[in-house]
């Protein structure tokens, strides 16, 4: 069985700062995806980046960069220069390759907000 | 607009009555899943298709609740005899397989669901 595992409900970062997202996981897949899905109070859900777990560099998408750990089983989101629109909800998610890539489990979430 | 589209956006409900919500995935999108969410929680895994075929059905899912993609494109989810528990938001995500190991799930809005 998959899990995920966001321990930080809430986390205050002022404006212009970076700030860390962490993420854990669990899985006996070899191979698997992580994911990072952005939820701001309007409800949709909007994808932020992804990690393949063979991949050898963490990937970035503009200010979003995702420090992979996979001895550690982890898959921290860093977020660069935070602006007010990033205060949301943050979701990492992640599927195995054992059910065929099916099931996409998502961890609980850390409200980010970002202050002036 | 060619995202995903959920139907009712919102719907209130005595206890005890059928509801249904229809998803009408990306087109070429093969995969289609359900998702619901509580407040503060993150997408709690319901059920998944494939085309037409539903590959898996959550251990949470109580015999009330039933989903169906006829064609392999709408899917419908069906929840009998409503209870205050089954208040939250369901959401409708797809994407198409072309390579396995990648594809982001491209979620729609949501309907949340009010029991009374």
């Known amino acids: 069985a998959q899990k995920i595992t966001q321990t930080q409900p809430g986390m205050f970062v002022q404006e212009k700062e970076a700030v860390t997202l962490d993420c854990t996981y669990d899985?006996?897949?070899?191979?698997?995806?992580l994911f990072w899905y952005k939820q701001p109070s309007s409800g949709e859900m909007i994808f932020l980046i992804y990690q393949g777990s063979y991949d050898e560099q963490n990937a970035t998408e503009g200010r979003y960069s995702l420090n992979f750990q996979k001895a550690r089983k982890s898959a921290n989101l860093v977020i660069s220069a935070s602006q007010l629109g990033d205060s949301a909800m943050y979701f990492c998610a992640m599927r195995g390759s054992t059910d065929s890539w099916g099931k996409f489990q998502f961890g609980a979430g850390t409200q980010v907000v970002v202050t002036p | 607009d060619t995202g995903v589209s959920q139907d009712p956006r919102h719907k209130i409900t005595k206890r005890g009555q059928n509801v249904t919500f229809r998803c009408d995935p990306i087109?070429?999108?093969?995969?289609l899943y359900w998702y619901r969410q509580t407040l503060g929680q993150g997408p709690e895994f319901l059920t998944y298709?494939?085309?037409?075929?539903?590959?898996?059905k959550s251990r949470l899912l109580s015999d009330r609740f039933s989903a169906e993609r006829p064609k392999g494109s709408f899917s419908t989810l069906e929840i009998q005899r409503t209870e205050q528990g089954d208040s939250a938001m369901y959401l409708c995500?797809?994407?198409?397989?072309?390579?396995?190991?990648?594809?982001?799930?491209?979620f729609g809005e949501g309907s949340r669901l009010t029991v009374l």
């Open positions: 899985t006996s897949d070899q191979s698997y995806g």
């Open positions: 298709f494939q085309n037409e075929a539903q590959l898996e």
């Open positions: 995500a797809s994407y198409k397989i072309s390579r396995a190991e990648l594809g982001e799930l491209f």
């Open positions: 087109s070429e999108h093969n995969r």
